[in-house]
């Protein structure tokens, strides 16, 4: 079989890479402004601890916005290659991020998902745990059909 050869990454517009120091990046290069403009330089990076407190916003945000009175969750196996999913379905007037909502549902159950005409579909059987989930969350009314 024929190998392929591993390309080096020396330098370049935005970031520069030697033995001495590690991978740095400019704001510049990220926001796609010049380096040398004032915009650019009036910009701050986040500081320690960014990575937990950016994390702590985001479930913050998710349990503020989690203000559903009805959740319906759905397992489907048509249309998918014999594959099971569950999907959440949301009421019409429910005006919440659903796409933050997926990431937490996602990173809680432990499963991929995706988005379907507003809906969340889930990778895999997992009504109950979804149930659970969203009971925990404070979900009164929780639908589930399917079975």
């Known amino acids: 079989m024929r190998e392929k050869k591993k390309k080096k990454l020396t330098g370049g517009e935005g970031f520069t890479l030697s033995q001495e120091t590690p991978l ?3 704001l510049a290069s990220l926001s ?4 040398g403009g004032s915009e650019a330089k009036n910009a701050e990076l986040p500081v320690e601890g960014s990575k937990k407190a950016a994390a702590g916003a985001v479930r913050q945000n998710a349990d503020e916005q989690l203000k559903i009175s009805k959740i319906a969750l759905r397992r489907e196996r048509a249309g998918r290659g014999g594959k099971t999913v569950t999907v959440v379905i ?3 007037d429910y005006s919440g991020n659903v796409l ?7 990173k809680s159950l432990g499963c991929g998902s995706s988005m379907e005409d507003g809906n969340v579909v889930l990778q895999g059987d997992l009504v109950e745990r979804a149930a659970d989930w969203f009971a925990k969350k404070g979900v009164k009314n929780i639908s589930k059909s399917g079975k």
């Not at 933050?100 to 996602?106: F, I, P, Q, V």
Request: hydrophobic share 45%; no cysteine; aromatic share 6%.
């Open 32 to 35: 796609g402004l010049s380096a």
């Open 90 to 92: 949301f009421p019409k």
């Open 24 to 26: 740095s990046l400019s």
């Open 100 to 106: 933050l909502l997926a990431k937490e549902l996602r």
